[in-house]
């Protein structure tokens, strides 16, 4: 295997009996782990996933939040703000779910939760080539890979902001819907909190120095299980049924109600696939 193509907390993943997989983002990662109960993990303590292998993208520039307004359907994020958001090609199929954070005037981040980060990568990086008229409407916009710039650890159970809380000293576990600066355990991270409904969610994201510190760490809890790609996908599919296809196809649909009902569908239709939704 091309140490090119591994994930940075690969040896961690291995030392766990992880069987690996090509993620979607063409890195190895963990598929699954030997012996865990990973559906209880979820309901029962809390899920530990390294989403590096998922697909993670920075995009930054004076038209970045343009560019998100014009791929992401769901509401324009405002500083210091995340939340799960639908990108739609221009048919109105679904090309990702993916938890987006706008964390700067500049900048945002964005986390493929459906397992096609690929086909989200390519779509941003399309879409910001854009050319209209001999025009570039998004120009000065770059999609890069951030998943070695920041490591993306996923906690998320029942026991999740309790696990996460025993880092923070008298730092508070940052709001539904919020991203902010946090230390752990004097590391300094980035903590976002999607709205995932009544369970706690906690994206904690790691200067790749400390990630395995961190790893080790959360691993320490009894509450606290290693999860792979594909529960993770089966648990984000269980909240948004629409992500898991019809027998035999690849393709992803989604009614405008059905989107609307979970709140992936701002009123505005400024987005692309607007006009493709049924």
């Not at 030392?15 to 690996?20: N, P, V, Y």
């Not at 958001?85 to 954070?101: F, K, R």
């Not at 981040?109 to 086909?119: E, K, M, P, Q, S």
């Not at 490591?151 to 309790?162: C, D, T």
Request: hydrophobic share 45%; charged share 20%; glycine share 10%.
């Amino acid at each position: 295997m091309d140490t090119l193509h591994k994930v940075l907390l690969h040896d961690e993943h291995m030392l766990l009996g992880a069987e690996l997989a090509l993620g979607s983002d063409g890195r190895h990662a963990p598929h699954s782990y030997a012996g865990v109960d990973e559906r209880a993990a979820f309901h029962e303590g809390v899920a530990l996933i390294d989403l590096s292998g998922l697909g993670s993208r920075l995009i930054t520039g004076p038209t970045a939040p343009a560019l998100a307004s014009t791929v992401f359907a769901g509401r324009e994020l405002a500083i210091g703000e995340v939340a799960p958001e639908v990108a739609l090609t221009g048919d109105g199929n679904i090309a990702s779910l993916a938890l987006v954070a706008r964390t700067g005037t500049e900048e945002l981040a964005c986390w493929d939760l459906a397992g096609r980060g690929d086909i989200l990568s390519s779509w941003l990086a399309f879409v910001a080539g854009i050319e209209q008229r001999g025009a570039r409407p998004f120009d000065g916009c770059e999609v890069e890979d951030a998943s070695e710039a920041l490591v993306p650890l996923l906690l998320w159970g029942p026991q999740a902001s309790n696990v996460l809380s025993d880092y923070l000293g008298e730092q508070t576990v940052p709001g539904k819907g919020t991203v902010a600066n946090r230390t752990l355990d004097r590391i300094g991270c980035l903590v976002a909190t999607p709205d995932f409904g009544e369970t706690p969610c906690h994206l904690v994201l790691v200067p790749p120095l400390y990630a395995r510190v961190l790893w080790r760490s959360f691993l320490s809890f009894q509450s606290v299980s290693p999860v792979g790609m594909r529960a993770l996908v089966r648990e984000v599919a269980s909240h948004y049924p629409f992500l898991a296809p019809a027998e035999g196809e690849d393709r992803l649909t989604a009614t405008r109600q059905e989107l609307a009902e979970h709140g992936l569908l701002r009123s505005e239709p400024t987005f692309i696939g607007a006009r493709g939704l049924a």
